[in-house]
């Protein structure tokens, strides 16, 4: 088997793997392909043209002819359709299936009738000998034509005496269907000596009578000796390398971090145990914070009470220093009239009068001193009975004792009633004192 690189198949059936069998010789070959739809998802000449071949493709469809413009930018890319005549037919899309677009109403009818979605436009209708005679220069390798339906009328527009594509591949079941419904059309082929070469389930192939060697080229399906793979398997081929190379790139990293995990295993255990140091020193530190928070807040809280405390202690000083005011001023005014009055008993004790009474205000003293004495003198006299009674009651008692006849009558019953000595003046309540001393220094009632 070869050892080249595989050809990737972009066509929905093969297609392009059998036509490369048979043409892969020329280069720079030429192609064109009625019923383009996307420049590469079920693309029959998307292998060609990476190839460097060079074709003309119509495509109704502005999105997928916008495509094909992006694409292949070396392609004869034209927005249109071709049948039997010029002019103008409805193009009945359904967006919800990549290729079913097509201009057979009955097609498009059943569609309908299935439950899915019919979108219509008018769209411009070329013979297809009319776009050749403008479009092409040279021989034509092969002609595709994918249009749901609408062959007979491709194929009723084309002049093949004059243009003689080397193959011709056809679409040749009715759409989405295994029917077959190339008897309508084939002999617009054969007429014009093509020779049907194989039917692949979907297209039918047919070989110009000029280049009949190709025949047993055309004649076989696709096999493994073609050394193909669908654009699909590739694809996944693609992303199923990419995915090792991947694994084995992601594997080479986890070696490598193992190996810096065990050449920094220390660091790392170092590094982990300083930073749950530092995360209990964060949160020592946020206790801290949380502390001189709830201080600052208390604080505060204080402070405004000492402030509004020294609010009012301002406003009592303001009001004690009205008070102080009123006060001085009392006090002012009290001094002037001490000063007045001092000066009106000046001039009094100056006046005649006070002088001619200074007599009597001594009389008047004298009377007042004489009437003091007179009420000491009689409280006196009280004290002085009360202190002879208990000096008769101690000798009497004393007679009493020595069996002799008491030398005076017996004290009476009830003691008389003193008054207190705070009244007398000091002198007599010195002398009060002494008396009161004597008697207490007489033995007691019952003792020789």
Partial sequence: MTTQAPFI??????????????????????????????????????????????????EPLPHFHAALQSA????????????????????????????????????????????????????????????????????????????????EQVLLGMDFQRWRPWVVVVEATLPNSRATNHEKWEHLLTDCDYRFCYFDGLNRYYLSAEHAELAPLLSVQANVFDNFQSAHLHHALEMYDKAIVDVQAYAKRVKTVE??????????????QQRETADARADYLQLQADRLQSLQQSLETELAQQRAIAANASQSLLQLQHEARAIQEWAHNLDQNSQVLGAQIGQMQASLSWRLTAPLRRLIGLLRKMRQLQREGQLFQRLLA??????????????????????????????????????LTPQARQLYADLERAAHRLPPQGKP
Wanted: one cysteine or more.
């Fill in 259 to 272: 190996s810096l995990l065990e050449t920094y295993g220390e660091q790392s255990l170092l590094a982990l």
């Fill in 72 to 151: 292949r930018p070396h392609d004869i890319n034209l927005a249109m359709a071709c049948g039997a005549e010029a002019g103008t037919l409805t193009l009945y899309d359904v967006p919800q299936m990549h290729g079913w677009a097509t201009l057979d109403a009955d097609i498009a009818q059943r569609h309908t009738s299935e439950g899915y979605q019919v979108s219509t436009s008018i769209t411009q209708v070329l013979p297809l000998r009319q776009v050749c005679a403008e479009h092409v220069k040279d021989q034509i390798h092969f002609l595709k034509i994918d249009v749901e339906g609408f062959e």
């Fill in 9 to 58: 198949s972009y066509a929905q059936n093969a297609e392009d793997v059998l036509l490369w069998r048979a043409l892969g010789h020329i280069q720079h070959g030429f192609y064109i392909d009625v019923g383009a739809n996307d420049p590469e998802h079920d693309s029959v000449t998307k292998a060609f043209y990476q190839r460097g071949w060079r074709g003309l493709n119509l």
């Fill in 386 to 423: 009360s202190v002879q009674f208990r000096l008769r009651a101690r000798a009497h008692a004393q007679a009493l004792q020595d069996g002799a006849a008491p030398a005076y009558q017996a004290a009476p019953a009830t003691p008389p009633q003193a008054s207190a000595p705070s009244q």
